[in-house]
């Protein structure tokens, strides 16, 4: 078997096969007891219901089977025994709605008819005339009551076997269901691990929205494929084997007949499977798309609103979301025209051709089959086509679960970096670049045989105009990329040896526009590790200065903030992800256009914060601001992805080159970013 969807959803499902197995178990015994209902009925009717048409025997005692008629007592001569002595033979004899009693033995097939107390008998090879006697309903019901009882125990016998049936389909049901459930856990938990193990790139690629949508949307469809049509499915194919063979007991070739209705159904599946797998397949990515705009417009909400563009984005909304509605459509338009209509069809046909079968006249004592049996056959004749009708109907779900599951497994095929967490201990923080080339995409080099070195405890900064290669620097460090050409030295060794998450896991990042998680102030601070205490935390923030307006908070370090803490100020939220690289304590420090965004005098603030997280570990700081880097140890002028000056803030100045002309334009800009 290739290593296809399919397959990969019964591994899933595999992983769970000791409940799913008892679950099928229990539901083999519920269909097997729920489908003894016919053949009871059966039973009913043919030994004790029109069981009264036979042969009778006048004896001489009586028993529980004797019935008392004209003073004499008759036995059926199915319920005869050896040791009952046989006076004389009778009939009774059915003619239209009424029963007749026969002082002699004579056919019991044949066609009859009752005239003048005279009843004719019209068999193939000869014609009889007998007087008969009508029975009245007061004595007929003395014929019945020796049934009463078995028909009594059958009943209760078939309501015992039902109330069991339904306990095994409860257990059956549950087991299935918490199977279903539990595997949807592990996919959701397995999706969202593997995302983490990503490579940046592939985030760069796939917008936020749509990524979501295949951890939640996609997902739970998956979870309807388990929970709603994979216990539709095992139940209509065990009912229909069920049948089946209920059918072949009571009838081979009306049985043979039946089993036509399994190629159809199967052409079926299999033509709706091509028409709707490709409808479901757009479906689905438009609902991924529709995520992905529903997530740009609400993150860009306010410059949507402050350049006017609500009606453009409702419109570039509209598009995608008349592309679902279309193939949606067609979806339910297929579905319409089919399902109940095949199912229709099949129905018709099936009774067509048990009619067909039957024909006039084979019902009945000579006939083909007694009425127990036509009964029975037409009752899991309509049994049959309940289970697909149920099956029909999940084809829709069938299909856009099988989609979904693509769209997931295409994110679980991703090839992930790996995650090697074990304990690393704290290097120095000694940085060295090797003659290091790094494209983004190939032949499109943004860093070109990058060479320095940065000794642990130095500030390096970083600067350069927009594209110049700042960032790349930091991305390659923390491993984000790997370079294509030359190599990362940490310590002396080689940051490729090691694994990324041992790489960062003496680093730590300062962004320019800090992300602030849904939580708490303290939460934010802590990222929930448990190595980092409260009072550790508490002690970050103090040192940054953020007690200050924390302090002013009704929750103080408790104080609730939003994702992306839109209700603190970007000085404040600079200060809490200052404190949160302070609390984990790194070797290496990234500040990355840190103080870019901040007003004049909350730059004050945070450089007082900047000098309490520098002390005693590398740093490195991507500048907009020169005035903010004129302490450190070693400038990089960055241009086009190489370094063109290099040097201490007096040397770069005293040299009047590239770096001479930024800060002279910055100081003839005061305030401004001026790069």
Same mark, same amino acid.
């Given at each position: 078997?290739?290593?296809?969807?399919?397959?990969?959803?019964?591994?899933?499902?595999?992983?769970?096969?000791?409940?799913?197995?008892?679950?099928?178990?229990?539901?083999?015994?519920?269909?097997?007891?729920?489908?003894?209902?016919?053949?009871?009925?059966?039973?009913?009717?043919?030994?004790?219901?029109?069981?009264?048409?036979?042969?009778?025997?006048?004896?001489?005692?009586?028993?529980?089977?004797?019935?008392?008629?004209?003073?004499?007592?008759?036995?059926?001569?199915?319920?005869?025994?050896?040791?009952?002595?046989?006076?004389?033979?009778?009939?009774?004899?059915?003619?239209?709605?009424?029963?007749?009693?026969?002082?002699?033995?004579?056919?019991?097939?044949?066609?009859?008819?009752?005239?003048?107390?005279?009843?004719?008998?019209?068999?193939?090879?000869?014609?009889?005339?007998?007087?008969?006697?009508?029975?009245?309903?007061?004595?007929?019901?003395?014929?019945?009551?020796?049934?009463?009882?078995?028909?009594?125990?059958?009943?209760?016998?078939?309501?015992?076997?039902?109330?069991?049936?339904?306990?095994?389909?409860?257990?059956?049901?549950?087991?299935?269901?918490?199977?279903?459930?539990?595997?949807?856990?592990?996919?959701?938990?397995?999706?969202?691990?593997?995302?983490?193990?990503?490579?940046?790139?592939?985030?760069?690629?796939?917008?936020?929205?749509?990524?979501?949508?295949?951890?939640?949307?996609?997902?739970?469809?998956?979870?309807?494929?388990?929970?709603?049509?994979?216990?539709?499915?095992?139940?209509?194919?065990?009912?229909?084997?069920?049948?089946?063979?209920?059918?072949?007991?009571?009838?081979?070739?009306?049985?043979?007949?039946?089993?036509?209705?399994?190629?159809?159904?199967?052409?079926?599946?299999?033509?709706?499977?091509?028409?709707?797998?490709?409808?479901?397949?757009?479906?689905?990515?438009?609902?991924?798309?529709?995520?992905?705009?529903?997530?740009?417009?609400?993150?860009?909400?306010?410059?949507?609103?402050?350049?006017?563009?609500?009606?453009?984005?409702?419109?570039?909304?509209?598009?995608?979301?008349?592309?679902?509605?279309?193939?949606?459509?067609?979806?339910?338009?297929?579905?319409?025209?089919?399902?109940?209509?095949?199912?229709?069809?099949?129905?018709?046909?099936?009774?067509?051709?048990?009619?067909?079968?039957?024909?006039?006249?084979?019902?009945?004592?000579?006939?083909?089959?007694?009425?127990?049996?036509?009964?029975?056959?037409?009752?899991?004749?309509?049994?049959?086509?309940?289970?697909?009708?149920?099956?029909?109907?999940?084809?829709?779900?069938?299909?856009?679960?099988?989609?979904?599951?693509?769209?997931?497994?295409?994110?679980?095929?991703?090839?992930?970096?790996?995650?090697?967490?074990?304990?690393?201990?704290?290097?120095?923080?000694?940085?060295?670049?090797?003659?290091?080339?790094?494209?983004?995409?190939?032949?499109?080099?943004?860093?070109?045989?990058?060479?320095?070195?940065?000794?642990?405890?130095?500030?390096?900064?970083?600067?350069?105009?927009?594209?110049?290669?700042?960032?790349?620097?930091?991305?390659?460090?923390?491993?984000?990329?790997?370079?294509?050409?030359?190599?990362?030295?940490?310590?002396?060794?080689?940051?490729?040896?090691?694994?990324?998450?041992?790489?960062?896991?003496?680093?730590?990042?300062?962004?320019?526009?800090?992300?602030?998680?849904?939580?708490?102030?303290?939460?934010?601070?802590?990222?929930?590790?448990?190595?980092?205490?409260?009072?550790?935390?508490?002690?970050?923030?103090?040192?940054?200065?953020? !007690?200050?307006?924390? %302090? =002013? +908070?009704?929750?103080?370090?408790?104080?609730? /903030? #939003?994702?992306?803490?839109? *209700? $603190?100020? @970007?000085?404040?939220?600079?200060?809490?992800?200052?404190?949160?690289?302070?609390?984990?304590?790194?070797?290496?420090?990234?500040?990355?256009?840190?103080?870019?965004?901040? !007003?004049?005098?909350? %730059? =004050? +603030?945070?450089?007082?914060?900047?000098?309490? /997280? #520098?002390?005693?570990?590398? *740093? $490195?700081? @991507?500048?907009?601001?020169?005035?903010?880097?004129?302490?450190?140890?070693?400038?990089?002028?960055?241009?086009?992805?190489?370094?063109?000056?290099?040097?201490?803030?007096?040397?770069?100045?005293?040299? =009047?080159?590239?770096?001479?002309?930024?800060?002279?334009?910055?100081?003839?800009?005061?305030?401004?970013?001026?790069?």
């Amino acid at each position: 078997m290739k290593n296809s969807t399919e397959r990969k959803l019964f591994h899933y499902a595999w992983l769970f096969r000791k409940s799913i197995f008892i679950g099928l178990v229990c539901l083999v015994i519920a269909v097997a007891l729920e489908l003894t209902g016919p053949f009871i009925a059966k039973k009913m009717i043919d030994q004790h219901i029109i069981g009264i048409e036979n042969k009778w025997y006048q004896v001489g005692e009586q028993d529980e089977h004797t019935v008392s008629y004209q003073g004499d007592l008759y036995k059926r001569s199915d319920r005869w025994k050896n040791s009952d002595e046989v006076r004389s033979t009778h009939t009774i004899l059915q003619v239209g709605r009424h029963y007749y009693f026969v002082d002699e033995e004579v056919p019991l097939q044949g066609t009859r008819e009752w005239q003048n107390g005279r009843l004719t008998i019209e068999t193939s090879n000869q014609t009889y005339t007998v007087l008969a006697e009508k029975i009245g309903l007061e004595q007929l019901y003395r014929f019945f009551r020796p049934e009463m009882p078995p028909m009594y125990w059958l009943l209760g016998l078939y309501a015992g076997l039902l109330l069991v049936a339904a306990v095994f389909q409860f257990i059956h049901t549950f087991l299935l269901q918490k199977s279903s459930n539990r595997i949807i856990r592990k996919m959701r938990d397995d999706l969202f691990s593997h995302i983490h193990t990503l490579p940046i790139q592939f985030f760069v690629h796939q917008p936020a929205g749509k990524i979501v949508a295949r951890v939640t949307n996609d997902t739970e469809a998956i979870r309807e494929l388990y929970v709603k049509v994979m216990a539709t499915f095992v139940t209509s194919f065990f009912y229909m084997g069920g049948i089946y063979i209920a059918l072949l007991l009571l009838d081979v070739q009306l049985a043979l007949l039946s089993l036509l209705l399994i190629p159809v159904l199967a052409i079926w599946m299999k033509l709706y499977k091509g028409y709707a797998g490709k409808y479901n397949q757009v479906v689905r990515t438009a609902v991924s798309d529709m995520n992905g705009k529903i997530n740009e417009a609400i993150q860009g909400m306010s410059i949507i609103q402050a350049f006017r563009q609500e009606g453009n984005t409702s419109q570039e909304f509209e598009e995608l979301n008349e592309r679902h509605f279309t193939y949606q459509r067609k979806l339910i338009r297929l579905s319409a025209l089919t399902s109940f209509n095949l199912v229709n069809v099949l129905r018709n046909l099936a009774f067509v051709a048990f009619i067909w079968y039957f024909g006039a006249g084979s019902i009945g004592p000579e006939g083909i089959v007694t009425a127990g049996v036509l009964y029975a056959f037409v009752d899991y004749l309509n049994r049959l086509f309940q289970p697909v009708t149920d099956l029909v109907n999940q084809l829709p779900q069938l299909e856009e679960a099988r989609v979904a599951a693509g769209r997931v497994f295409e994110i679980l095929n991703e090839k992930g970096e790996g995650f090697e967490n074990r304990s690393k201990g704290r290097y120095e923080g000694n940085i060295s670049f090797n003659q290091v080339t790094f494209a983004y995409e190939k032949g499109n080099d943004v860093l070109k045989d990058i060479s320095f070195e940065v000794k642990a405890g130095e500030t390096a900064a970083f600067v350069g105009h927009t594209g110049s290669g700042k960032s790349s620097i930091m991305n390659l460090l923390f491993r984000f990329y790997d370079p294509q050409k030359g190599s990362i030295q940490i310590n002396g060794q080689t940051t490729t040896e090691w694994s990324r998450q041992q790489v960062r896991s003496h680093m730590g990042i300062v962004l320019q526009d800090p992300f602030i998680f849904s939580g708490t102030i303290l939460s934010n601070v802590t990222m929930r590790d448990e190595r980092i205490s409260r009072e550790m935390a508490v002690k970050a923030l103090k040192s940054v200065g953020a !007690d200050r307006f924390i %302090e =002013k +908070l009704p929750g103080k370090y408790d104080e609730p /903030v #939003k994702e992306k803490g839109d *209700t $603190l100020s @970007i000085g404040e939220r600079q200060l809490i992800s200052f404190a949160r690289a302070l609390a984990f304590d790194p070797a290496i420090l990234i500040l990355d256009e840190a103080t870019a965004n901040i !007003d004049t005098e909350t %730059e =004050k +603030l945070i450089q007082q914060a900047l000098d309490v /997280v #520098k002390k005693g570990r590398t *740093t $490195l700081v @991507i500048a907009h601001r020169l005035s903010t880097i004129q302490q450190a140890d070693q400038i990089f002028v960055m241009n086009h992805g190489t370094i063109m000056e290099q040097g201490t803030h007096p040397q770069l100045i005293h040299n =009047k080159g590239e770096y001479y002309r930024m800060y002279q334009m910055q100081q003839g800009t005061v305030g401004k970013n001026v790069v």
